[in-house]
């Protein structure tokens, strides 16, 4: 294997954790490939152009909403393979991923893209800490590394079709199946949360080092006036995860409400699901 690209959309820091994971029992198979870092959360990234060989490896990993998270047309449209080998994965927080793998396939597929192996990996929710804690723990990761020295064997014997078909990951609760309902029937319609689900604020512990800015996919953050532009916010809730002096909080009183119930839904931790 001539390179491998670890390609990954992580605002608060658990995919890219679990996507190092895999690549660690890739080179347990390829030990003398050198891998290369793709942080899509970085706009400039995004908007450059990354092409791919046969003979190279590509983990794609990326955060979820039901589907892959927003900006997914701009992280796909800069990776360009041919007959690549892909291994892909998502992480959700530890309630449901709903199309977000199918979809995964389908645009990985179309960008050239040969999708050998998948994952599903639950992980400490985006925006509260609450829920699945500590996610990918010890144990998850060594799964996770096992999925990679798996998946780098398979692709590694040349087979690099995905023999388990993919499917919708439905919830137990009928509130969260509605709108997983709603992404099945309309796949392409883009994932977009209200502003008012958006609303944040920076308290005086701010000490305006700047690292939620560094964080923000979209550039959505004014550090010097402690503002938000929530017309180019996607509540990926990096700025809040990301600030060490815990100077950024949610203020929105929809979003609390919707957290209260998912926590209550989904208390008991799922395992990582991986496909061949």
């Known amino acids: 294997m001539k390179k491998i690209h670890l390609a990954y959309f992580s605002p608060s820091g658990t995919t890219e954790k679990i996507v190092r994971g895999i690549a660690d029992g890739i080179k347990d198979v390829f030990?003398?490939?050198?891998?290369?870092?793709?942080?899509?959360?970085?706009?400039?990234?995004?908007?450059?152009?990354?092409?791919?060989?046969?003979?190279?490896?590509?983990?794609?990993?990326?955060?979820?909403?039901?589907?892959?998270?927003?900006?997914?047309?701009?992280?796909f449209a800069s990776l360009e393979g041919h007959d690549t080998p892909m291994i892909g994965i998502v992480s959700y927080g530890n309630g449901f991923y709903g199309i977000a793998l199918k979809e995964l396939l389908k645009r990985a597929t179309e960008r050239g893209f040969l999708v050998a192996a998948a994952g599903a990996f639950p992980a400490q929710h985006s925006i509260s800490s609450t829920i699945g804690p500590g996610r990918p723990d010890a144990s998850d990761m060594e799964t996770i590394r096992a999925f990679g020295r798996k998946a780098a064997e398979k692709i590694g014997s040349g087979d690099l079709n995905l023999h388990t078909q993919l499917q919708t990951n439905w919830s137990h609760v009928?509130?969260?199946?509605?709108?997983?309902?709603?992404?099945?029937?309309?796949?392409?319609?883009?994932?977009?949360?209200?502003?008012?689900?958006?609303?944040?604020?920076?308290?005086?512990?701010?000490?305006?080092?700047?690292?939620?800015?560094?964080?923000?996919?979209?550039?959505?953050?004014?550090?010097?006036?402690?503002?938000?532009?929530?017309?180019?916010c996607i509540g990926c809730w990096g700025c809040i995860n990301r600030c060490p002096r815990h100077a950024i909080r949610s203020t929105s009183r929809e979003m609390a409400d919707i957290m209260t119930s998912f926590g209550s839904a989904f208390a008991e931790p799922l395992k990582p699901e991986t496909f061949f």
Not at 37 to 65: Q, W, Y
Request: proline fraction near 7%; hydrophobic fraction near 35%; charged fraction near 30%.
């Open 174 to 232: 009928d509130e969260f199946n509605k709108i997983i309902a709603m992404r099945e029937s309309q796949p392409d319609a883009p994932y977009v949360l209200p502003e008012s689900y958006k609303t944040k604020e920076i308290s005086d512990a701010c000490i305006q080092c700047g690292i939620c800015a560094n964080y923000c996919p979209t550039e959505a953050i004014d550090v010097s006036r402690k503002s938000f532009d929530l017309n180019k």
């Open 31 to 75: 030990p003398n490939s050198p891998v290369e870092m793709i942080d899509l959360l970085n706009p400039k990234t995004r908007k450059d152009r990354h092409i791919f060989g046969s003979d190279e490896l590509v983990v794609f990993g990326c955060m979820t909403a039901q589907k892959l998270f927003t900006l997914s047309d701009e992280m």
